[in-house]
């Protein structure tokens, strides 16, 4: 990421520092200068250690965690490539962590040449964030659709790993409407309820519509029968518009408003995200 402003290296000045608050947090974001002046390319399927975070007030150990989980967890959605803590400190107690992921940079949701636009996700979309986490399993929604990226897999692989993603967007949204599960599937007053009639009903509570019939019939052919009889051509565009339906659905979800890139684009075409209507 590009920062938004300028701090001081020794004789150098990098423009490597994103700063905000959120909550009663004041986080600053300090990136090394080398992932300023190196192209993406060198570092995508590496390991480094891109970023420095302070952060004022945190209160304990579990709360600096806690603020770090769901920082990386933002981070990774916005860059689309996984973010994790290597160490943290709090007073004289310091944890360092296994990195298990590589870099990746092909379709960032958010314009990470604008320290601007990266502070502003931040900022506009952490309070729902923290509403939601639980309730929607953010943290693993978010880990499922950046890991199906990362994949090498088959695309047959690629897709099941979409399809847990719009499975758990199905099952939490079930459960948040007070649905009981039982008998192998969603129930409420007016019955039974199976994937599509779910999916559509989490979409439409964040004012989407998508046509999902492709996506549905492919994700019953690869659950029942292991591989497709389609093209690779047909299966990767699937695969993108399930992957820009979950990354709008989690915007809205965030109450994000502004622009994000879509990801069939590969991160090159932006949409304008709008205040939702009460």
């Given at each position: 990421?590009?920062?938004?402003r300028?701090?001081e ?8 520092l994103?700063e ?5 947090l004041?986080?600053?974001?300090l ?6 002046t190196?192209?993406?390319r ?6 480094p ?12 150990m579990?709360d600096?965690?806690?603020t770090?989980?769901r ?6 959605f916005?860059t689309f490539s996984p973010?994790r803590?290597?160490?943290f ?5 310091t944890?360092m962590l296994?990195?298990s ?10 314009d990470?040449r ?5 502070r502003q996700?931040?900022?506009l979309?952490w309070?729902?964030f ?9 943290h693993e929604?978010i880990?499922?659709l950046?890991l199906?990226?990362r994949s090498e ?6 897709l099941l790993?979409v ?5 758990n967007?199905?099952?939490t949204?079930?459960?948040s409407?007070g ?12 019955g039974?309820?199976g994937f599509?009639?779910l999916?559509?009903?989490a ?5 989407l519509?998508?046509?999902l019939n492709?996506?549905?019939k492919?994700?019953?052919e690869?659950?029942h029968?292991?591989?497709s009889t389609q ?11 399930c992957?820009?339906?979950?990354r709008i659905y989690l915007?809205r979800?965030l109450?994000f408003?502004g ?10 075409r ?7 209507r009460?």
């Open positions: 990421m590009v920062g938004e300028f701090y290296e020794g004789s150098r000045r990098v423009r490597g994103i905000l608050e959120v909550g009663n004041a986080i600053r974001l990136q090394e200068p080398h992932v300023i190196e192209p993406w060198a570092l995508v399927d590496q390991r250690i891109t970023t420095t975070v302070e952060l004022t007030g945190i209160e304990s579990e600096l965690e806690t770090l989980r920082l990386c967890t933002l981070l990774s916005a973010v803590p290597v160490s400190s709090f007073g004289s107690r944890r296994p990195v992921y590589a870099a990746a940079h092909f379709s960032p949701a958010i990470t604008s320290g601007k636009a990266v996700f931040l900022e979309t309070e729902a923290i509403r939601y986490e639980k309730e929607r399993h953010l929604l880990e499922y950046v199906a990226d897999e088959p695309l047959e692989v690629k790993l399809f847990v993603a719009l499975e967007i199905k099952a949204y079930a459960r409407a649905m009981v599960f039982r008998d192998g599937a969603f129930h409420s007053s007016k039974r309820h599509e009639y999916l559509r009903g979409l439409a509570e964040v004012g519509q998508r046509g492709a996506a549905i492919l994700r019953n690869i659950v029968f292991g591989l093209s690779p051509h047909r299966l990767w565009d699937t695969y993108r518009r992957q820009d339906t979950a915007l979800l109450r408003r622009a994000y890139r879509t990801y069939a684009s590969a991160g090159h932006s949409i304008l995200v709008r205040r939702r009460p």
